[in-house]
Every structure is written in C-alpha cells, then in structure tokens.
C-alpha cells in the first residue's frame, strides 16, 4: 500500500503526466466524480445544492506544491475572489487552503502574507458559526509550518481551523495542545507516505490511532475548551465508533462534524445528515483536478480500476 501511495503522489507531482491526463478528454470523467466544477459559480452552485440536503462544504481551489510566482499569485486571488462571493450567499462554508498553494513552497514569508490576504477577505465578510479558513495538512515536512501559520492567524482574529493527520505519531501531542486551547481540528488518516519512525503503517494501525485520538477530541476537556471536532472518514466502522463515543461522552449532535470527500460514499454522507449529524463535504473545484484526483486514488488500491476505466475511455 505504501508503494501504491508513493507512486500515486509521484504522478499527482509530474508535471509531463498532469499535462497529459488533463488533455485526454476520456478521462474528464475522473474529475466530474472527484470535482465540484471548473470554476467558482459552478462550485457554489455545486455547495448550493448540497445545502438544500443538509450538507456543508469545505471549498477548495485546485493547486498544490506550486514553485511559479505567477501561479502562487493566480492562486491566492482566485482564493479571496472565492471568499468575497461568498460572502454575498447564505452558506455555511470552509475555505481549505494548501500551504504549498499560496507560496510556502517558496518562502515562508510569502505564504505568511497571503495566508493572511486570504484571512483578512474572510474576517470581513458575515461572521456565520462554522466559517473558517480551515488549513489542509501536506507531508511531514510542512507539519510544523502549518500548525505554526495556524496559530498565528488565530492570534489575529481569523477563524481559522486545522487538519491533522492519525498516521502520524506526533499528532497525538499536537492535538492535545490544539484541543487545550480549543481550535478547531478536522482529524484525517492521512494521504501521504512516511518512514516508520514518524508514521504508523498499515490499515489496522492508522485505525486503531484514528479512534484513540477520536477519544482526545471527544473528551470532557476538549468539550469545557470549546474545541470543535470534525472527523474527516468514510469508515462505517469508524463513523459509528465515534458517533457512540459522542452521544456516551456528552456531545449532542450539531456540535462535531463528519466530513467526507465529493464524490466518496455521497449515500453515507446523507444518511448521516437525515439521522441528525452535521456533515460536511470537501468540494475542490478548478481545472488542475489531477494531483488531487491522483493523490486520491492513491488511497485506495481499488481506485486503480476506476482510472484505468477511464483511461480506456470506458
């Protein structure tokens, strides 16, 4: 599985096969299943829709590990375009942001200002419950420059959450300081392959780690620091653990969240909604879908089917 995974991450990153992927009409529908849309309207029409049926959305703009200035820029003004229309509709929406998207794979300082471009459009706009500029995790290398950029845009008054990463040992710390100082915190298994001194590997470990920090996040200190949980899964399994471990510890429903990919289990995440539970969905849109499409087929071993379907124009 670690190998699937790192030659997966290693196609998202080749710019020849992005280039070619993203040519081939046969495979648009590879994007359609994973992507909420090209561009902004058809994303918040996408949102919209999904609303309707008690669904949030978590909205991100398609780019990652970008190197070109021109591209950090395009990205980081398409970002606050999105946030400032937004502003003019009802919903309830994160804004997901890869670090490595607006210009931390150049520099830290230019990162650092348009993290807080991007962060100042969405503390001007209708302060609503759930919206959030919520911070996407990428590999090892930017867990501490994320959690670092995380802090500070808190410290000035953006709402801002996090995403953390269960294959990782040093997640339990992190979230232990986050949940103290009562953050808001979406907890995932993690899309990325690590050297086992720092990451559990392994379905079975990765689970097991995801329900003990699951158990972090939904205890009573969490909860008296005002932390807000959001558990990022499309595991049955997994999903009832926590919902159990929610209703014995005291959280009503409304006050976490489950949150699944577009395009992923779109029956669970209804079903979840129609029992009461918030639910969210993380919706990309933009043209550069195929790192992201690449990264998740990397998931999963069986998606390799899918996009060989695809390819054949099956």
């Known amino acids: 599985m670690r190998l699937w995974r790192r030659f997966m991450i290693a196609l998202a ?44 959305s978590s909205l991100f703009y398609l780019g990652e590990y970008v190197d070109d200035p021109m591209m950090v820029r395009m990205n980081t003004d398409a970002i606050v375009a999105m946030v400032e229309a937004l502003g003019q509709s009802a919903l309830d929406v994160h804004v997901s942001v890869d670090p490595t998207q607006i210009g931390y794979s150049l ?3 230019l990162g650092r200002e348009n993290a807080e471009r ?9 302060a609503r419950p759930r919206n959030a500029l919520m911070l996407d995790m990428e590999d090892f290398s930017m867990v501490e420059t994320t959690i670092a950029l995380h802090n500070a845009l808190v410290e000035a ?36 392959a690590e050297k086992t001194a720092r990451a559990f590997t392994g379905r079975r470990r990765i689970t097991k ?16 620091a005002g932390f807000t949980p959001v558990f990022g899964t499309h595991d049955d399994a997994v999903i009832r653990v926590v919902a159990a471990l929610a209703r014995d510890n005291g959280w009503p429903d409304g006050s976490f969240e489950f949150e699944m990919l577009y395009g992923v289990r779109p029956a669970l995440l209804k079903s ?43």
Request: proline residues 3%.
């Open 13 to 56: 990153r080749s710019e020849a096969v992005t280039d070619f992927i993203q040519e081939r009409a046969p495979v648009s529908k590879l994007a359609r299943r994973f992507v909420g849309g090209e561009d902004q309207g058809l994303a918040t029409a996408t949102a919209q829709r999904l609303d309707a049926d008690g669904i949030r």
């Open 209 to 224: 780690n995801y329900l003990r920090l699951a158990g972090i996040m939904l205890g009573g200190d969490a909860r008296a």
């Open 118 to 126: 991007i962060g100042a459009a969405l503390a001007a706009q209708p």
């Open 107 to 109: 520099g830290a300082g």
């Open 272 to 314: 979840l909604a129609e029992a009461g539970h918030a639910v969210r969905v993380y919706l990309p849109f933009g043209r550069d879908w195929w790192p992201y499409a690449a990264r998740r087929i990397g998931e999963d071993f069986a998606n390799a089917r899918f996009v060989a379907r695809a390819l054949l124009g099956r």
């Open 157 to 192: 008054d953006v709402p801002t959450a996090i995403t953390l990463q269960a294959y990782l040992r040093r997640t339990e710390d992190d979230l232990t300081r986050l949940a103290g100082a009562g953050a808001t915190v979406r907890l995932v298994k993690g899309a990325f």
